[in-house]
Nanobody
Framework: QVQLVESGGGLVQAGGSLRLSCAAS????????MGWYRQAPGKQRELVAS???????DYADSVKGRFTIARDSAKKTVYLQMNNLKPEDTAVYYC????????????WGQGTQVTVSS
């Protein structure tokens, strides 16, 4: 079982920056990805950024050039550096670990609120 603990959310003005962290505990074996999703009120949860165990990263078009995902494998921690934040980035951000084998197992953090004021 994998447990995820997020930190770093908060309130920031448009144009500001925040850094989210997510520390994983438990065994993460084989091929896996670590990433961030977000869910705004009345909207579906969407992928923000993810990075697979092999190292390549993927971003939503809306955050490319502004957000950077990074991973510290030794600490089993994933970070999301968010720069030039916009009001439309306001959402609850969820950390995700997806473990891939013959099927996919998803683990989720509790979520952290990010609010960007205009």
């Amino acid at each position: 079982q994998v447990q995820l603990v997020e930190s770093g959310g908060g309130l920031v003005q448009a144009g500001g920056s925040l850094r989210l962290s997510c520390a994983a505990s438990g065994s993460i074996l084989g091929l896996y990805s670590m990433g961030w999703y977000r869910q705004a009120p009345g909207k579906q949860r969407e992928l923000v950024a993810s990075i697979i165990s092999l190292g390549s990263a993927d971003y939503a078009d809306s955050v490319k050039g502004r957000f950077t995902i990074a991973r510290d494998s030794a600490k089993k921690t994933v970070y999301l550096q968010m720069n030039n934040l916009k009001p439309e980035d306001t959402a609850v951000y969820y950390c995700n670990v997806a473990q891939y084998s013959s099927y996919t197992i998803n683990f989720w953090g509790q979520g952290t609120q990010v609010t960007v004021s205009s």
